[in-house]
């Protein structure tokens, strides 16, 4: 317990240090835009998609770039959530204005394609700190297409199993060993329902998002739901069936689970809360969970059916066409800073993301911060089985009919085989086009 | 008698409208003072007070850049509106001219356009005028109003045309006529278009996020979506909660003051 509350004063102190050296960095602003007249000015947009600091924090890296490269001027701006972000680029480059960098999710690459608004960032020279191997490959895999790395990870997140400790100690289990299959979730589930205060075995949100931890059950039934290519997706599968029968199962038949669709927001506040044991959700959660939770925490790899699987999520760093080349230069010198590893482990440590290279899982900071928070480690070994998140042409679109149809399995309006027959028509009725 | 159980029966639908109305303001006024490590799922009320979470909400962006940029947008846009409105209004419901009518309803079509449908046609039109990334960007599509409009020109209507023609007589000009006899006589649905619109501008998150990029030129609403967008983690409700009372006390002290205006509004309207 002890160990726990020190982990989160640990990473707030972070925050605080962190924060004050943006304060710092902006009061010395004015002075570094007076001495670089002549500056490149970049635009950059930025979504923030973890509660917390996460804009002062950017800011903050930002400044020390500019500081850093008095040759080159970014301006940050936050642009809401991922969606806002890519309607803004979208809006931007219609209007034939289109930022120098932006943040977008990883899936977003067919639909930035597909507007024709991006450049392959491997038509530059690379750098010595753009070391593609030192990337996590299970991050820089969804980077490639037709053999040209279209962006670069920036803040990637993964779904996890967090835990209840102390409701596994009560069940009689070992709090070192988390349930590591299907079969083993729901047993466990039932033994803490009965002996610890937690009012459910295992929450699985599907009010947003559904279709991303839901990819994570389809691919350890050992399929997936992004097909050969991005004109193509396989929800109508025996596996993907098998999956959602048995989420659906948690709460009809199991009854491990609340009988209802539930809250992605919601369901932290819930498990740090006590009110259910196991909680399926996002590596970007950690932070609040360990501060909030008045008990142990554990993360553990999702469990498995016939295999271990997860897939990717989060937002990588993209670089616009139709700007002068002076600016693409500019912008591809910004992105190789903000990813090399002094960055991504400072951005990680001070967000919750995982690292997304790979020398910097290897830091001292990073290896002392384990010793504070060894929870955050889990992600990182999981990224072994991981696969690229749900993506291809019109992917915001595609995902929402995932989203919808799971939506109406858990609730009950329709069978599982239905609502997959019914999203794959759905889905092939708006990729026709593209094939 | 007859009426009596009746009037308990609307009485009760009004206290549970009200409730339903009261409940989650009350629960975010509460929430935001509760500390970020005391978790909501725990109790209700929090277990230590502070006002810690308004700091950081506070700290977190330009939050009294925000506020004076807010309210140059939603003030300006209804004074602004005012005069379009009135002006249009009185044209519609008062002026003889060949295809009135007809204007009138591609009026009214204009308000059935989602907004969203015209967010690259006016992100174009700003940047031909050089406007991005300014205050006026977010006024200049909101000048002209076709509800406001409408809702004036049906109060128009009503009033009595003997107002006008008397005016006349005594040598009133149109200038007067309008804002002497006409605008006092409307004030009640004035007063309830301006409140609508207030609101939604004050509200307003989408267009200023499109067409701004400074921090210098953003209203509150970008402030608060930094705590509202959570969607690779949970919710921080505390922060939540926080930046929202930021940015509704405003408007809700300003409700409440109005809300006096708005019935005497009503109880000065009609015929003497």
């Not at chain 1, 929800?235 to 009988?259: C, N, R």
């Amino acid at each position: 317990m002890d160990r726990k509350r020190s982990g989160g004063t640990m990473s707030r102190r972070t925050i605080a240090k962190l924060a004050a050296g943006a304060a710092t960095a902006a009061l010395g602003m004015p002075a570094v835009i007076r001495a670089q007249g002549s500056a490149v000015k970049l635009s950059f947009f930025y979504p923030v998609s973890v509660a917390g600091p996460l804009a002062k924090i950017m800011q903050g890296m930002v400044d020390d770039f500019n500081k850093a490269n008095p040759d080159i001027q970014v301006n940050a701006s936050f642009t809401g959530s991922y969606q806002d972000t890519t309607t803004k680029v979208q809006t931007a480059v219609n209007g034939k204005n289109p930022p120098d960098v932006a943040v977008l999710l990883a899936t977003d690459l067919q639909t930035m394609l597909d507007l024709k608004a991006i450049v392959p960032v491997s038509d530059f020279t690379p750098g010595p700190e753009f070391d593609p191997k030192d990337f996590q490959p299970a991050f820089f895999q969804d980077t490639q297409i037709d053999g040209k790395t279209w962006n670069v990870p920036f803040q990637r997140s993964t779904p996890i199993l967090y835990y209840n400790k102390d409701a596994l100690k009560a069940a009689g289990g070992d709090p070192d060993k988390p349930p590591q299959t299907w079969e083993e979730l729901v047993a466990t589930s039932k033994k803490t329902m009965g002996a610890s205060s937690a009012k459910w075995g295992v929450e699985f949100p599907t009010s947003q998002f559904a279709y991303w931890q839901f990819q994570a059950l389809v691919i350890e039934s050992g399929s997936d739901l992004n097909g050969e290519d991005h004109a193509h997706f396989t929800f109508d599968t025996p596996e993907a069936t098998e999956a959602l029968t048995w989420l659906v199962g948690l709460s009809k038949t199991e009854k491990v689970m609340p009988d209802s669709v539930i809250d992605w927001s919601a369901a932290p506040t819930d498990f740090s809360g006590g009110t259910t044991a196991f909680l399926y959700h996002s590596t970007g959660s950690l932070r609040s969970i360990l501060s909030q939770a008045k008990f142990e925490v554990g993360t553990a790899f999702l469990p498995k059916n016939k295999q271990f699987g997860t897939p990717t999520g989060g937002g990588s760093m993209y670089l616009f066409k139709d700007r002068p080349q002076a600016n693409q230069e500019a912008a591809w010198t910004f992105i190789r800073w903000m990813t090399a590893p002094a960055q991504a482990t400072r951005w990680s440590l001070a967000t919750g993301y995982v690292p997304v290279r790979i020398s910097s899982t290897k830091s001292k900071e990073w290896l002392d911060s384990l010793k504070e928070t060894p929870q955050a480690n889990t992600a990182i070994e999981q990224l072994q089985y991981a696969k690229p998140e749900l993506t291809g042409h019109q992917s915001g679109q595609i995902q929402k009919i995932m989203d919808d149809n799971i939506q109406a399995a858990v609730s009950g309006q329709k069978q599982p085989a239905d609502a997959l027959k019914n999203a794959q028509q759905q889905a092939d009725a708006i990729l026709k086009q593209f094939r | 008698m007859a009426h009596k159980p009746g009037r308990l029966v609307w009485n009760l639908v009004l206290v549970l409208l009200g409730l339903t109305w009261i409940i989650p303001l009350l629960w975010v006024a509460v929430t935001a003072f509760r500390s970020e490590s005391d978790s909501i799922a725990s109790s209700i009320i929090p277990h230590v007070w502070t006002l810690d979470t308004f700091r950081v909400a506070w700290d977190s962006a330009p939050f009294g850049r925000y506020y004076i940029n807010t309210m140059i947008i939603a003030f300006g846009i209804i004074a602004v509106q005012i005069v379009t409105s009135v002006l249009a209004a009185y044209a519609f419901a008062r002026m003889r001219f060949r295809g009135r009518e007809l204007l009138f309803y591609l009026y009214l079509l204009q308000m059935m356009i989602p907004i969203s449908a015209l967010v690259i046609p006016n992100y174009i039109t700003m940047k031909d005028l050089t406007l991005l990334d300014t205050l006026i960007a977010i006024m200049l599509p909101y000048f002209g109003s076709a509800m406001g409009t409408f809702f004036l020109r049906q109060s128009f209507r009503g009033i009595p045309i003997e107002y006008e023609e008397s005016a006349r007589i005594d040598g009133a000009s149109l200038w007067r006529i309008i804002f002497q006899i006409y605008l006092p006589n409307a004030k009640s649905a004035l007063l309830a278009f301006l409140l609508i619109s207030f609101s939604y501008h004050w509200d307003d998150f989408f267009w200023p996020l499109i067409v701004t990029s400074s921090d210098t030129k953003r209203p509150l609403t970008v402030g608060l979506a930094l705590f509202t967008q959570a969607s690779e983690s949970g919710a921080a409700w505390q922060l939540v909660s926080a930046a929202t009372m930021l940015v509704i006390v405003p408007v809700l002290v300003l409700f409440l003051l109005f809300q006096r205006q708005f019935i005497t509004g009503y109880a000065h309207s009609g015929l003497k």
